[in-house]
C-alpha cells in the first residue's frame, strides 16, 4: 500500500517553542492532507485539512495562528505549533489520499510531542 | 448531525474465539466507511474500504461487512496479534475528498 512517513516520530522541547512536524506521501501525490491529534485512549480529532498551493482549512476550535501548515509540493505537508504549552503535547498524525477516485486514505505513523 | 458509534468499547476474547466489532453510523449520504488498525504509539494501519450495503471484504481472520446503518468487523479464530484498537470512519458525499468522520474505537484484546 501507499507510504505516508512523518518526522520527527518525537520530539521535546521546552514551553513558549515552536516545533515543525513534517508529513510526506512517498510514493504518490497528494493534493490534500490531513493533520490530527490523538490524546491517549481516545480516537482521531481531525485538526485542518491541508491544500496543496492554498490555505489549510482548520476545524472549529482549532487556531490557525497557533497550528501552521504548509502544504508547498504534492508530498509534504508541515504542521508548525508556535509557541507550544504543555497542553499541546499529544499525538499528531497526518494522513493522506492516494488519489481522487474511490482509493483509500493511508496514515503516517504519528509524531508524538512532550511540551515541558 | 453525523455520527459513528463503535461499539463495545473494549472487548477480550480468548484465543480462538471468534467475535465481531460493531459500526453504526448516520450520515448524510455515504460516500465509503474505512476500517483501520491501530497498535499503541502508532498511526492507524489501514485495512477495509466498503462503499456499498452488501459488500464484504475479507483479509486474514478479519472480514468487514455493510449495510445501510452499520458494519461489523468479524474476527475469526483471533490470535493475540490480533489486539489493538480497530477503528471505523465513514466519509461524507459533499464532504472534502478524504475528509474521515471517526468512531472512538474497539480496543480488542485477545489473550492466549
Known amino acids: 500500500g501507499a507510504v505516508v512517513s512523518q518526522h520527527p516520530s518525537r520530539v521535546i522541547c521546552k514551553s513558549g517553542t515552536s516545533v515543525k512536524i513534517e508529513c510526506r506521501s512517498l510514493d504518490f501525490q497528494a493534493t490534500t492532507m490531513f493533520w490530527y491529534r490523538q490524546f491517549p485512549k481516545q480516537s482521531l480529532m481531525l485538526m485542518a485539512t491541508s491544500n496543496e498551493g492554498s490555505k489549510a482549512t482548520y476545524e472549529q476550535g482549532v487556531e490557525k495562528d497557533k497550528f501552521l501548515i504548509n502544504h508547498a509540493s504534492l508530498t509534504l505537508s508541515t504542521l508548525t505549533v508556535t509557541s507550544a504549552h504543555p497542553e499541546d503535547s499529544s499525538f499528531y498524525i497526518c494522513?493522506?489520499?492516494?488519489?481522487?477516485?474511490?482509493?483509500?486514505?493511508?496514515f503516517g505513523p504519528g509524531t508524538r510531542l512532550l511540551v515541558l | 448531525e453525523d455520527q459513528v458509534t463503535q461499539s463495545p468499547e473494549a472487548l477480550r476474547l480468548q484465543e480462538g474465539e471468534s467475535s465481531s466489532l460493531n459500526c453504526s453510523y448516520t450520515v448524510s449520504g455515504l460516500r465509503g466507511l474505512f476500517w483501520y488498525r491501530q497498535d499503541p504509539g502508532k498511526g492507524p494501519e489501514f485495512l477495509f474500504t466498503?462503499?456499498?450495503a452488501g459488500e464484504e471484504k475479507e483479509k486474514e481472520r478479519l472480514k468487514a461487512t455493510l449495510t445501510k446503518k452499520e458494519s461489523f468487523l468479524h474476527i475469526t479464530a483471533p490470535k493475540p496479534e490480533d489486539s489493538a484498537t480497530y477503528l471505523c470512519a465513514v466519509e461524507r458525499r459533499g464532504s472534502t475528498l478524504g475528509r474521515l468522520y471517526f468512531g472512538r474505537g474497539t480496543q480488542l484484546t485477545v489473550w492466549p
Open positions: 466498503l462503499y456499498s
Open positions: 494522513s493522506a489520499r492516494a488519489g481522487q477516485q474511490q482509493e483509500t486514505q493511508y
